[in-house]
């Protein structure tokens, strides 16, 4: 390739009716013959360029079956493409033009337009016409859905626990799909038991919890100290009267109360929105996961609430069992102890309806005593 100056410049073959010394031409060819047309003039500028362009012109555009004069004009015409293909690319480029962008865009996954929750739609109401908004959302849900208001309620309330079982529970899709049908068989039972009164109360339930979702700031992050303070109320008997009782309640409750608040600022807190309702798992160390659900302007203590639940259905089998006792004992009859009976000893009687009933002797009891006898 020639060394350029300055003042030198390249003259493409096949356009001019001269022929200097210093024109460059490919190999094989002569000087330019009367009747061709003039060479292309290029400035020092784009020598290098335009050097290594004639050289790809001549393998790009070689043809051995084509004459000299019309090898020479195809070159100059691929040439002549090429350099404009240069000014087009060397135009200012605007953001439609880059490939990179264009590629990106088009691999970019659509963007639907988001629905917005229950809780941004009344988001500013007070909570009367919060109460307002809700059961008229409810009216219009099922004069829409008419008769079929129920079923699908069912199939709603099983979907709804399908998606916790897995978002929160991290069951498999096996076992979302069982509790999600338990909870929609449950429902349904229900609704043949006392009518569509279950699926209305399921219903507005799920659309007041939607729209009054409390935001994840509000959480205070006592969850174990509720849970203690629910068991305390659980477990402990009547206040004591004497001074010294009430004052060590009150220091056993305030030590509790202090440790479970450590505990508490410790634990790992993690947040689920489930559409209807706001999910809250704090896990303290050293404790059992403490599980709070957020819905109607507050958090909710699901663990202590099953506290308050056990304790009650305790509370009902015991007096269950007393009521039974009771209806048990409700007949008695009078027993005169036989002669030569002694303290525990067994006998049999008959009871006036005629049943023949076993009893024992009590202690203290003595031969000729008559006792009661429950039957």
């Given amino acids: 390739l020639p060394i350029l100056d300055q003042e030198s410049s390249i003259r493409l073959p096949g356009t001019s009716n001269e022929a200097p010394d210093d ?5 094989g060819t002569d000087v330019a013959r009367p009747g061709r047309p003039q060479p292309l003039q290029l400035k020092h500028s784009q020598a290098a360029q335009s050097t290594f362009l004639h050289a790809a012109t001549m393998s790009a555009s070689y043809n051995p079956l084509q004459t000299e004069d019309q090898q020479i004009e195809a070159d100059a015409a691929y040439a002549r493409r090429l350099q404009a293909e240069e000014r087009r690319s060397a135009t200012t480029q605007s953001p439609l033009h880059d490939v990179s962008d264009i590629s990106r865009n088009h691999a970019a996954a659509p963007q639907f337009p988001k629905i917005p929750s229950p809780a ?4 500013g109401l007070s909570r009367e016409q919060t109460a307002g908004a809700v059961f008229a959302a409810f009216v219009a849900v099922k004069l829409g859905l008419g008769p079929a208001f129920a079923q699908l309620t069912c199939v709603a309330l099983g979907l709804a ?16 799909f069982r509790a999600a049908f338990f909870a929609a068989f449950v429902l349904a039972f229900l609704i043949a ?7 209305d ?11 009054t979702k409390p935001p994840q700031s509000s959480f205070t992050g006592d969850a174990l100290k509720t849970v203690l303070k629910a068991e305390r109320k659980a477990t402990r008997g009547p206040k004591p009267r004497d001074f010294w009782g ?36 704090v896990t303290p160390p050293g404790a059992d996961p403490v599980w709070l659900v957020g819905a109607f302007y507050s958090w909710h203590n699901a663990n202590a ?9 305790a509370d009902f089998a015991s007096a269950h069992a007393a009521a039974t006792r009771r209806r048990g004992a409700a007949s008695q009859m009078l027993i005169r102890v036989p002669p030569g009976a002694r ?9 006036p309806r005629g049943d023949s009933i076993e009893f024992v002797v009590p202690n203290g009891a003595a031969a000729g005593d008559v006792i009661v006898v429950a039957y």
């Fill in 305 to 313: 609430v099953a506290v308050y639940v056990n304790r009650w259905l």
């Fill in 161 to 176: 626990v399908f998606r916790v079982a897995r978002k929160v529970a991290n069951l498999d899709d096996e076992g979302a």
């Fill in 120 to 123: 941004k739609l009344v988001e």
């Fill in 23 to 27: 024109l460059w031409r490919p190999p």
């Fill in 343 to 351: 303290a525990g000893q067994r006998f049999r009687a008959n009871t």
């Fill in 246 to 281: 009430k004052l060590q309640r009150k220091f056993t409750s305030a030590v509790d109360d202090f440790f479970a608040t450590l505990q508490d600022r410790a634990a790992d807190v993690r947040f689920y929105d489930c559409d209807l309702f706001m999910v809250c798992k």
């Fill in 193 to 199: 038991c006392v009518g569509v009164t279950a699926a």
């Fill in 201 to 211: 109360v399921c219903a507005l339930l799920a659309l007041g919890a939607a729209a």
